[in-house]
């Protein structure tokens, strides 16, 4: 057979995703579906981790492995597979609701969305085999689009394991990176040489007129040695926020038979970068290296819009931060930026979990009905 000069670019494949209620969690991807094509920046291909094993045993004259000696099965393995998109109006909600498995809705035109880790609505461990209310719980059918015919692919009921979004004030915009999870590798749910009938034609955008998230903020506050949330300027401003979903069973044809999530817990960390100026320096009444040095927790509250979250695409974010370093970059090209890692953690009263540990709010014109 003769070579084909034929080239392909990133540009060539499609990742397109479709929501499900739980209650279908055992049901296979569909060929036919409307997969909600997602703006997608790096394309990557799904890695199967299948369960393997090989070594030399007696009885073999030589020093290498025979190819007998091999195993390997689809039953028992998982699948993650890695993206990056830019954060749009109608997107970044159902994303972040799915990483944290949780979701409330008021409101119509805009509906506000929020998801939050607080001492009165703690985050709850999801059934992903029960029925989906608001969207909770959270599983996504993907459908990834190759060049090339009969060369689709379908992966069933995924779910985020890590989910970044990163406020980048030099890129200016929101941009969100993570991974897909799933437990379902057997030939029956994870689907080879498939063609995906439903877009061929017309391809369904995840929004046909996207409004991307800027990265700019009207209110940043953060508490800074004894002072109650200072003025700040930001940077950069990301969380990443990772649940340890994994695969729980296995059926008759080898695939999960529910997730495990949130064991032994759901982690929220994040980095800030901000001005080195009189409110945050490294004296008294502003030293951020003393909140690190006493263990103290930090608010931070950043909000896009008058922080009534009442128009489509205003937003709020509060969260309790423990310092885990404090760096100064005195060589910035802006100026000397401060630098600090942190893990949002749930605040205490007399020892009761007692506040916010973190919530996000935001407004758009899309139900959970609606994804």
């Known amino acids: 057979m003769a070579v084909s000069g034929k080239v392909y670019s990133k540009s060539d494949f499609s990742v397109g995703i479709i929501n499900k209620n739980a209650t279908a969690f055992e049901t296979a991807a569909a060929n036919d579906a409307a997969y909600e094509l997602l703006p997608v920046i790096n394309v990557s291909a799904p890695v199967l981790n299948l369960v393997e094993s090989g070594e030399i045993r007696s009885n073999n004259a030589g020093m290498v492995e025979l190819d007998i000696d091999q195993f390997r099965t689809t039953k028992g393995g998982f699948i993650t597979m890695d993206f990056e998109v830019p954060a749009e109006r109608d997107l970044i909600v159902r994303m972040l609701a799915n990483v944290l498995q949780d ?55 995924a779910v985020l394991q890590s989910l970044t979004m990163n406020f980048d004030m030099a890129d200016g915009r929101c941009l969100l990176s ?8 057997s030939s ?28 700019y903020f009207n209110v940043k506050k953060l508490d ?33 038979e529910a997730y495990a999530f949130g064991i032994p817990s759901v982690n929220i960390t994040g980095e800030i970068s901000l001005m080195y100026d009189a409110n945050f320096d490294f004296g008294s009444g502003g030293n951020v290296l003393q909140d ?28 309790e931060i423990y310092s885990t370093a404090v760096n100064l970059d005195p060589n910035a090209d802006t100026g000397a930026v401060i630098t600090i890692p942190f893990k949002v953690v749930q605040p205490t009263s007399s020892g009761a979990a007692s506040g916010t540990a973190f919530k996000f709010e935001y407004a758009d014109s899309t139900p959970s009905t609606g994804w």
């Open 178 to 185: 993570g991974t897909f999870y799933s437990g379902m590798t």
């Open 188 to 215: 029956s749910k994870f689907l080879v040489e498939q063609t995906l009938s439903a877009n061929s034609a017309a391809p369904t955008l995840s929004s046909t007129s996207p409004t991307q998230i800027e990265s």
């Open 292 to 319: 690190f040095i006493s263990g103290n927790t930090a608010t931070l509250k950043l909000q896009q819009g008058d922080g009534t979250v009442s128009t489509a695409g205003e937003m709020n974010i509060e969260c």
């Open 224 to 256: 800074v040695d004894g002072q109650t949330l200072e003025d700040i300027i930001v940077t950069a401003v990301s969380f990443t926020f990772e649940n340890n979903v994994a695969r729980v069973g296995r059926d008759s044809s080898g695939d999960a």
């Open 103 to 157: 979701h409330g809705e008021s409101g119509s035109g805009p509906y506000v969305h929020t998801i939050q880790a607080t001492s009165g609505a703690a985050l709850a461990r999801p059934d992903f085999t029960g029925s989906s209310t608001t969207g909770i719980p959270s599983v996504f059918d993907i459908g990834l689009y190759y060049p090339e015919s009969a060369q689709d692919k379908m992966i069933t009921s």
